[in-house]
């Protein structure tokens, strides 16, 4: 039996070095991996490129390691939720490359599953096809650099010719998951909304480390209910059920409505 739980966060991530590039799991704030993020915020790891759906918020999530001026590079869908991140990248000290959201989760599936590149419809006619999207800019405004032209071909579906933009997979040098369960030879168990960018982003890691809520020993999960087999996840730690959880953005409804 392959045992991959290490005791902590810390010692989970400390061979992440300056430089690196890492796949983060999370959805919104839903499913974000805090202790590893923060983690890596402790042991001072900067340069770093991110590949995530967002950023967090500016003081959680991986907004904590924007506000601290490690991140690079950010790989997102969307980036609407923190005024640091927006304040970085038009200010010219941050990266991004804006990815339809659709096409991040199948960069990162594709990644994990060892496909190079692959053709969709979403992008063509845009700038995400014909290049020149802003992915950093001067510090004047200007745009320091644009995203590059991708390969569009032609191909007939059902019988109608359509146009298709290529679009690279992505693998990362790390990746951090957090799940509701696993156990010790890495099946894991993601809850709800937790599960939309978490299994893609430990597919898409060389190493894949996940901190879980509960860990269990091997035979203990239902497998039927494991969405992600322990093959793709290389280390494991257990945070607890109580671990700190953030709802980015809170919506009640009136008393009596």
């Known amino acids: 039996m392959i045992d991959k739980q290490i005791p902590t966060a810390a010692d989970a991530v400390a061979d992440i070095s300056d430089g690196s590039s890492i796949a983060v799991g999370g959805f919104g704030l839903s499913g974000n991996p805090?202790?590893?993020?923060?983690?890596?915020?402790?042991?001072?790891?900067?340069?770093?490129?991110?590949?995530?759906?967002?950023c967090g918020v500016d003081d959680w999530g991986l907004g904590v390691l924007l506000g601290a001026r490690r991140i690079r590079k950010m790989t997102s869908s969307y980036v609407g939720e923190n005024k640091e991140f927006e304040r970085q990248f038009l200010s010219g000290e941050l990266e991004l490359e804006l990815t339809p959201q659709g096409t991040l989760a199948e960069k990162l599936r594709a990644g994990g599953s060892g496909i190079a590149a692959f053709f969709t419809q979403t992008g063509v006619g845009t700038q995400v096809a014909e290049g020149g999207l802003p992915r950093r800019y001067h510090p004047d405004g200007t745009v320091a650099v644009g995203s590059?032209?991708?390969?569009v071909r032609s191909f007939d579906v059902d019988g109608t010719p359509r146009d298709y933009v290529l679009e690279e997979a992505i693998t990362t040098d790390f990746s951090l998951?957090?799940?509701?369960?696993?156990?010790?030879?890495?099946?894991?168990?993601?809850?709800?909304?937790?599960?939309?960018?978490?299994?893609?982003?430990?597919?898409?890691?060389?190493?894949?480390?996940?901190?879980?809520?509960q860990l269990v020993e091997p035979g203990d999960l239902d497998p039927d209910r494991v969405h992600l087999p322990g093959v793709y996840v290389h280390r494991i730690v257990e945070v607890g059920g109580d671990i700190p959880k953030r709802i980015e953005r809170r919506t009640v409804a009136a008393e009596g409505a």
Do not use: W, Y
């Open 148 to 151: 590059p032209v991708k390969d």
């Open 177 to 213: 998951v957090h799940a509701l369960a696993g156990d010790r030879q890495g099946n894991l168990i993601f809850n709800k909304a937790a599960r939309n960018f978490n299994p893609l982003a430990a597919m898409a890691g060389r190493i894949c480390i996940a901190q879980v809520e």
């Open 34 to 54: 805090i202790a590893l993020i923060e983690a890596i915020l402790a042991q001072g790891t900067t340069d770093l490129s991110i590949v995530s759906n967002n």
